[in-house]
């Protein structure tokens, strides 16, 4: 089975909502175990532009905010319905997230 990894940086208080939505749409599986993942806590940066609406700070002056980096693994053939689920849960207008492509073992 082909998969990736998924990583995406969010607020603490947003774990749980973005962890639920995409499990609930097919990542986080290894053999026989589900809901894999591993995070841990850094500091996002960002500057909103004009016409932004930040969930945390405001639009035109950088902001320092705590988040987690999240890691999980995602079927290829599910990606497409985790993203949309990611994105549909989590709080910020813009989702940071990577994809990455695994070697197949």
């Known amino acids: ?3 990736v990894k998924l990583v995406w940086f969010v607020p ?4 749980e909502a973005t962890c639920d939505a995409v499990f609930d749409a097919g990542a986080g599986w290894i053999g026989d175990y589900e809901r ?9 940066t960002f500057l909103g532009g004009e016409g932004t609406d930040p969930a945390v700070g405001e639009s ?10 999240v890691e999980t693994v995602v079927p290829v053939d599910a990606l497409a319905e985790v993203l949309a689920a990611l994105r549909s ?3 910020y207008e813009e989702p940071a ?4 492509v695994l070697a197949d073992t």
Do not use: F, Q
Request: charged share 25%.
């Open 60 to 69: 035109g002056r950088e902001e320092h905010v705590p988040e987690l980096r």
């Open 1 to 3: 089975m082909s998969r």
């Open 12 to 15: 603490a208080e947003a774990l």
């Open 97 to 100: 997230y990577d994809v990455y």
């Open 89 to 91: 849960a989590h709080p």
């Open 36 to 44: 894999c993942s591993w995070y841990t806590a850094g500091t996002g």
